[in-house]
Nanobody
Framework: QVQLVESGGGLVQAGGSLRLTCAAS????????MGWFRQAPGKEREFVAA????????YYSDSVKGRFTISRDNAKNTVYLQMNSLKPEDTAVYYC????????????????WGQGTQVTVSS
């Protein structure tokens, strides 16, 4: 079993940057593909980015590609989401999760969700 804790959210002006951190505890963290999702008020949770267990492969939604970067440090059991050029539409609660299924885009393929961290981007 894996426990996840997100941090690094906050209030930032449009065009600014934040780095989110997902700290994992438990065994076999380095064996899993990890993902970031977000949920804005009144909307469904959506895929943001994912990274393979080795960090050699990364995946992004079209809405964040070129602005966000996902990375991981398996020695520290940590996954990061560097968010640059933030826009008001990036405002959401951001979650990290462990991919236990086959599709990195599908929320249902993930388990062991964190509690989330709020990101608010002002215009």
């Amino acid at each position: 079993q894996v426990q996840l804790v997100e941090s690094g959210g906050g209030l930032v002006q449009a065009g600014g940057s934040l780095r989110l951190t997902c700290a994992a505890s438990g065994r076999a963290f380095s064996s899993y593909t990890m993902g970031w999702f977000r949920q804005a008020p009144g909307k469904e949770r959506e895929f943001v980015a994912a990274i393979s267990w080795s960090g050699s492969r990364t995946y992004y939604s079209d809405s964040v590609k070129g602005r966000f970067t996902i990375s991981r440090d398996n020695a520290k059991n940590t996954v990061y989401l560097q968010m640059n050029s933030l826009k008001p539409e990036d405002t959401a609660v951001y979650y990290c999760a462990v991919l236990v299924g086959g599709s990195y885009i599908q929320e249902s393929e993930y388990d062991y969700w964190g509690q989330g961290t709020q990101v608010t981007v002002s215009s």
